[in-house]
């Protein structure tokens, strides 16, 4: 007979309100009962205090970038400079150095309540483009070290074919290139999920992957029903240029090669027209805004909201890891916002959790995650509610609380799949998270 789990939650994030004492049970890895009113913590019950919400969603994840934290912000310059800077970490991977990283990486991820990562992966080759013994090494390399770090992944293998209109690899990008979308194809099919392990596809942006193998990539996620995500419209340099090369935006490119749609999620969608916006919108395309990320680079304040109202679901990633924190994701929308229409109140608090959980797993293929259900997957994290930075505001608050002033560093337990990944703010499998960090990062220094 299957084991049944039972946590007390102090404080629950039930979709719409806060509400205290709520008794969760978990068989399998599932929510199998949640009972409200449950004043005190049931016998046996594991006792979670604080406020507990869904898993957090980190949609769109680059996880080598996490090693140019600090190193780029000597001296000034835009996107493209910083990513000359990309560029030299890039060569230095090996899988054995990736893994090693990437643990980290999610390790600090489930430290700061993130459940389940989508990972936008182009490093693919050896350096110069040799493909490695096992072509998928670098993409199995990932799935391994969310494994250990107890986080789910979507691994969002990209196709990356050019290094502009036209033109082929540079010397840094051949790692990223299979030449062609019908040898990514082949490439990425060996490729098996497991649990915890979804498969989807990524083009890199309309400039990495000609016009005339967009749909290679759209079709071979459709036949898979898997998830497809796209840089799109982050840079207005690649928008002119898209401009020069076919006469249309980016967003038009793609809708004329069946990219767009309901399955498909478009990052950061920043510099957009209005009829881009009414594309994205009328075929339920997606958008992933990593705010802490746009504003790092200079990128710009994506149209989130125009977005959403003309149906696009958001959801947040951390991108470049300027910051792994999904709560500052969440109300760096909201406050984004608020400095371009001098306006408050945008997004409410249930609205911006909603992006960091439930539309950020359905844009990593896992609708039935996200929220505090029976049949839901026991995916969830505990926000301690007394902090300096969370202590003070009524029970009832406690989601605002959380949204507006709580940091990664307020979070307390996390669960995934009923099993205890962090406890009282330290990760169970990575002992020392820092250290980590600290040692993969130095070592592609060295």
Request: charge should be negative; proline fraction near 3%.
């Given at each position: 007979m299957p084991l049944t789990t039972t946590y007390w939650l102090e404080h629950a994030w039930?979709?719409?309100?806060?509400?205290?004492?709520?008794?969760?049970?978990?068989?399998?890895?599932r929510i199998t009962a949640v009972r409200t009113g449950a004043d005190t913590p049931p016998p046996g019950a594991t006792v979670l205090r604080g406020l507990t919400v869904p898993g957090l969603a980190n949609a769109h994840s680059?996880?080598?970038?996490r090693a140019l934290r600090g190193t780029v912000q000597v001296g000034s310059g835009t996107f493209w400079t910083w990513?000359?800077?990309?560029?030299?970490?890039?060569?230095?991977l090996t899988p054995d150095s990736y893994f090693a990283l990437a643990r980290a990486v999610y390790a600090e991820m489930a430290l700061a309540g993130i459940t389940a990562v989508g990972e936008f992966h182009y490093l693919h080759h050896a350096p110069g483009g040799t493909p490695y013994a096992d072509p998928n090494a670098m993409g199995e390399a990932l799935i391994a070290a969310a494994g250990e770090a107890g986080i789910r992944i979507t691994l969002l293998d990209t196709a990356y074919l050019s290094s502009g209109f036209g033109a082929a690899p540079d010397h840094h990008q051949l790692r990223f290139s299979d030449g062609t979308a019908e040898k990514w194809a082949e490439r990425v099919s060996a490729l098996e999920e497991r649990d915890g392990v979804r498969i989807g596809a990524a083009i890199?942006?309309?400039?990495?992957?000609?016009?005339?193998?967009?749909?290679?990539?759209?079709?071979w996620a459709e036949e898979r029903r898997a998830p497809l995500h796209v840089h799109l419209s982050e840079q207005t340099a690649e928008n002119e240029a898209?401009?020069?090369?076919?006469?249309?935006?980016?967003?038009?490119?793609?809708?004329?090669?069946?990219v767009l749609g309901p399955r498909t999620t478009g990052v950061h969608n920043t510099h957009m027209t209005d009829a881009d916006i009414a594309l994205v919108g009328s075929t339920s395309t997606g958008t992933c805004m990593c705010p802490t990320t746009e504003r790092d680079l200079a990128d710009g304040i994506g149209p989130a909201?125009?977005?959403?109202?003309?149906?696009?679901p958001l959801s947040?990633?951390?991108?470049?890891?300027?910051?792994?924190?999904?709560?500052?994701?969440?109300?760096a929308m909201e406050l984004n916002e608020r400095l371009r229409t001098h306006i408050r109140g945008h997004w409410t608090a249930a609205a911006l959790l909603r992006a960091a959980s439930a539309d950020g797993h359905a844009a990593l293929g896992r609708p039935d995650a996200g929220v505090l259900e029976p049949g839901a997957p026991a995916d969830f994290a505990t926000i301690a509610l007394d902090t300096v930075r969370t202590a003070g505001p009524v029970p009832r608050l406690a989601a605002e609380t959380a949204v507006f002033a709580a940091t990664a560093a307020d979070v307390r337990h996390v669960v995934v799949g009923g099993r205890e990944i962090v406890r009282d703010g330290a990760h169970v499998s990575v002992p020392d998270v820092p250290r980590a960090l600290a040692e993969a990062i130095a070592a592609l220094r060295d």
């Open positions: 039930l979709g719409s309100h806060t509400e205290p004492g709520v008794a969760l049970d978990v068989t399998d890895g680059h996880a080598f970038h990513r000359e800077v990309m560029y030299s970490v890039a060569q230095r890199h942006s309309v400039r990495a992957v000609p016009a005339d193998q967009l749909s290679t990539v759209a079709r898209c401009h020069a090369a076919h006469g249309v935006t980016p967003t038009r490119l793609l809708a004329d090669h069946g909201a125009a977005l959403q109202k003309a149906g696009s947040l990633g951390s991108d470049s890891h300027a910051v792994i924190d999904l709560l500052e994701e969440a109300r």
